[in-house]
């Protein structure tokens, strides 16, 4: 049974750019949620994902955009790249009511040179 | 704003004895408290979680402890084996009925043979 996977694992952008990070959840799984995790701190929560629609959202700026598919899968996109914005990304699935459900991928790797 | 803390960036202990974690929150709407272990180069693990209608939830080697009153919880490993060895993360979850986490910013274990 796949968990959830994520691509790609690493990624190198130049500031000012933009960039897609994708992810497919767990089998079984329809709730999407992203999350940041700068060095040294723990993940925070970006936005979640429900019936193709942006169901939560935690305090990021708009440059932070996201998609759900109907098979579930979902997209972060990130626009006008900051170095601030390195970081590992990390998409988890869960079912659609309680957190003890999350399954979280290996994340992608993003750096901002 | 940090609304869930762990004061200990790393704590080493010695194969066999007991590892104690410890987590801080600020968030009285927190009902639902989870930890979670990271190895370099994955995701989140789910370990344990407790609801906040319980004071005390058992795992096999592990034990969640949470006093509401204080707003702290902790995770007991007992007896710690070398594989323990990780990032802890601490996390809560709102009564909102929305299951976006909110994490600590981890704990480093080791645990020496």
């Known amino acids: 049974d796949a968990g959830v996977t994520q691509s790609p694992t690493h990624l190198i952008k130049t500031r000012g750019q933009q960039v897609t990070l994708r992810c497919s959840p767990k089998s079984g799984h329809d709730t999407v949620s992203w999350y940041q995790q700068a060095l040294g701190q723990g993940p925070q929560f970006i936005f979640q994902y429900y019936e193709e629609e942006e169901r939560q959202r935690g305090n990021f700026p708009d440059r932070f955009s996201g998609h759900q598919f109907p098979n579930y899968s979902s997209e972060l996109n990130v626009n006008a790249l900051l170095l601030g914005d390195s970081a590992l990304y990390l998409c988890?699935?869960?079912?659609?009511?309680?957190?003890?459900?999350?399954?979280f991928g290996s994340g992608t790797r993003l750096t901002v040179v | 704003d940090q609304q869930v803390k762990q004061n200990s960036p790393s704590l080493s202990v010695q194969e066999g004895r007991i590892s104690i974690l410890n987590c801080d929150y600020t968030?009285?709407?927190?009902?639902?408290f989870l930890w979670y272990k990271k190895y370099p180069a994955e995701g989140p693990t789910f370990l344990i979680s407790?609801?906040?209608?319980?004071d005390k939830n058992e795992d096999g080697r592990f034990t969640v402890f949470l006093n509401k009153s204080a707003k702290h919880l902790s995770l007991h490993i007992v007896p710690s084996q070398p594989g323990d060895s990780a990032v802890y993360f601490c996390a809560a979850s709102p009564q909102t009925g929305a299951n976006n986490l909110f994490f600590g910013t981890g704990t480093r274990l080791t645990v020496i043979p």
């Open positions: 988890a699935s869960s079912p659609p009511r309680r957190a003890s459900g999350y399954t």
């Open positions: 968030n009285s709407m927190f009902d639902y």
């Open positions: 407790i609801s906040s209608i319980k």
